[in-house]
């Protein structure tokens, strides 16, 4: 037999659903949920250049260190 899912929409936001069950609140809007992914891969990708950009710098030091010893 299949549960119900109780559920409410939230004040004030079409969008937004309540579940009463566990209290999560769902977005409903596929669009928006699609472009907040996008959003967070663009941050992850950002992330991941700082990260690989901090290390080339690092490698650079030194071997400007190594060039100061010599």
Do not use: F, H
Not at 22 to 36: D, H, M, Q
């Amino acid at each position: 037999m299949a549960r119900k899912r109780k559920e409410a929409l939230v004040e004030n936001n079409p969008n937004l659903v309540k579940n009463l069950d566990t209290g999560a609140v769902i977005n409903t809007n596929t669009s928006e949920l699609l472009a907040r992914r996008e959003q967070i891969g663009k941050l992850q990708e950002k992330d991941a250049e700082i990260e690989s950009m901090k290390a080339d710098i690092e490698e650079l030091k030194k071997l400007v260190k190594n060039l100061g010893k010599k």
